[in-house]
């Protein structure tokens, strides 16, 4: 098999704002958290975070990262709670609306026609319609160059029912969204499964390793 020619970005001589967007074009697909918090005043703020992934299984964190000062940063530091709900398919266009840099003191779920609803737990509400809602307190926050990353301790989630089979939610209930290069954006598209291969077939199975490196 033969190398193909490959095109080199050097962050050192690149615009951040160049770099940024291949960065952002080959970390893909991410998945979105659709962040809800409440100012100190009351407001409530919706925006939509793609980078986003689980930090921690025990103690269960999560983390999401502000590119510059977000209202949502902002939020999170003074109130020390956030909801994260799941970014459905079917809300493609108002997850999309809350990314609107609107000002702080206007509300992103009542401009785009996003329901909320009270959490269990958190006294910032969720997305009634998400199939899945994480209810976080905050566990800490990580200031890196002109981002901050906000770590979130997971006390509650809240599936709907109809999208949870055999103990779990199911991707097929779930239909998340998630974020691509530029303004591309995927959906799930086709779902398959692998088992993972213990070591004990790999050794005691010499074709396994044959195939995979295509004798």
């Known amino acids: ?3 193909s020619e490959r095109v080199h970005f050097d962050p050192a001589e690149m615009d951040t704002g160049a770099f940024y967007r291949v960065l952002n074009s080959v970390v893909v697909p991410r998945p979105i958290a659709w962040v809800c918090t409440r100012s100190t005043e009351g407001v409530r703020n919706l925006a939509p975070h793609s980078f986003y992934t689980v930090a921690c299984v025990d103690p269960p964190v999560v983390q999401f990262t502000s590119v510059g ?3 949502s940063l902002t939020n999170v530091e003074q109130t020390r709670e956030f909801t994260i709900s799941l970014t459905p398919e079917a809300l493609f266009e108002q997850v999309n609306a809350t990314a609107t840099d609107f000002p702080p003191d206007q509300d992103e779920a009542e401009h785009a026609g996003v329901r909320l609803e009270p959490s269990e737990v958190v006294g910032v509400p969720r997305v009634a319609e998400s199939p899945v809602s994480l209810e976080c307190v905050l566990h800490g926050t990580v200031s890196l160059g002109d ?3 906000v770590f979130g301790r997971v006390v509650h989630i809240a599936v709907h029912a109809s999208a949870v089979r055999d103990g779990r ?4 209930q779930l239909r998340p969204l998630a974020r691509l290069g530029g303004n591309e954006w995927s959906t799930i598209g086709e779902v398959t499964e692998i088992r993972r291969i213990p070591y004990r077939d790999w050794s005691g199975d010499p074709a396994i390793g044959e195939r995979l490196r295509g004798g």
């Not at 939610?169 to 097929?172: A, Q, T």
């Open 147 to 149: 981002s901050t990353v």
């Open 169 to 172: 939610p199911r991707i097929d």
């Open 69 to 71: 000062r977000k209202d």
């Open 1 to 3: 098999m033969t190398s």
